[in-house]
C-alpha cells in the first residue's frame, strides 16, 4: 500500500536548524506533487511548503520564506524540509502528502492532498 512516513522532528532551541525527511513506500514520488503542512496546538492546519513533481516549481508560506528549503531525490523516492533559524512559532506536527495532477497552489493553500504521513512533531523552545 501507498504509504508516506516522515521522519527528522525534534527539540531545538530557537534560531536552531533541522531537516524533515519524507519517504515513500509502495509508490514512486516522481509524478506526484509533494507538500509539507504543519498544525499547532488549537491552530488549523496550514501548508508550509510544495514542490511539484520534477522539483521545477515550489511554494513556500510568507512565514518561512527564507529560512525553509524543500527539495526532492527522486531516485531516493525522498523528500526533505530543511529549516533554518527556527522559532517558537514554527512548533507543530509536520506531515508530508502527495497528490497527482494537483495544482500545487491549491495543495499548499488549500491543504489538500490524496496520500498523508502520520506526521513528526517539531518543537522550537528555550
Known amino acids: 500500500q501507498r504509504q508516506l512516513v516522515e521522519s527528522g522532528g525534534d527539540l531545538v532551541q530557537p534560531g536552531g536548524s533541522l531537516t524533515l525527511s519524507c519517504a515513500a513506500s509502495g509508490f514512486t514520488l516522481r509524478n506526484y506533487a509533494i507538500g509539507w503542512f504543519r498544525q499547532a496546538p488549537g491552530k488549523e492546519r496550514e501548508g508550509v511548503s510544495c514542490i511539484s513533481g520534477q522539483g521545477g516549481i515550489t511554494y513556500y508560506a510568507d512565514s518561512v520564506k527564507g529560512r525553509f528549503t524543500i527539495s526532492r531525490d527522486n531516485a531516493k523516492n525522498t523528500v526533505y524540509l530543511q529549516m533554518n533559524s527556527l522559532k517558537p512559532e514554527d512548533t507543530g506536527i509536520y506531515y508530508c502528502?502527495?497528490?497527482?495532477?494537483?495544482?500545487?497552489?491549491?495543495?499548499?493553500?488549500?491543504?489538500?492532498?490524496?496520500?498523508w504521513g502520520q506526521g513528526t512533531q517539531v518543537t522550537v523552545s528555550s
Open positions: 502528502a502527495a497528490d497527482s495532477g494537483i495544482v500545487l497552489q491549491d495543495m499548499c493553500v488549500k491543504t489538500r492532498s490524496r496520500y
